[in-house]
């Protein structure tokens, strides 16, 4: 089992910038690859970004693509999404996830075995 908890969520200006964090605790993440995803109300889960168990390869979402970076510290069992220029439609809960499967990485969330229980991101305008 893994266990996932995100942190680093809260109220940002459009323009700003947060830093996501995800600590696993269970098993080592270098078994792993992660991913970031969210959810606005009334919207199903998207995809945001992942990054492969190594490190090496990460993907993004389209939009969030030169905004956020994803990346992970498997010394620490931590994964990072920083997020600038933040806008008002990046407004969601924030999911991080772990894939046994999809080692090189993953944009699906059937693709994922473990999630953790989301951190809120709210951006005004």
């Known amino acids: 089992q893994v266990q996932l908890v995100e942190s680093g969520g809260g109220l940002v200006q459009a323009g700003g910038s947060l830093r996501l964090s995800c600590a696993a605790s269970g098993r080592t993440l270098s078994n792993y690859a992660m991913g970031w995803f969210r959810q606005a109300p009334g919207q199903e889960r998207e995809f945001v970004a992942t990054?492969?168990?190594?490190?090496?390869?990460?993907y993004y979402e389209d939009s969030v693509k030169g905004r956020f970076t994803i990346s992970r510290d498997n010394a620490k069992n931590t994964v990072y999404l920083q997020m600038n220029s933040l806008k008002p439609e990046d407004t969601a809960v924030y999911y991080c996830a772990a894939s046994s499967t999809r080692l090189r990485g993953a944009q699906y969330t059937h693709e994922y075995n473990y999630w953790g229980q989301g951190t809120q991101v709210t951006v005004s305008s």
């Open positions: 990054i492969s168990w190594s490190g090496i390869n990460s």
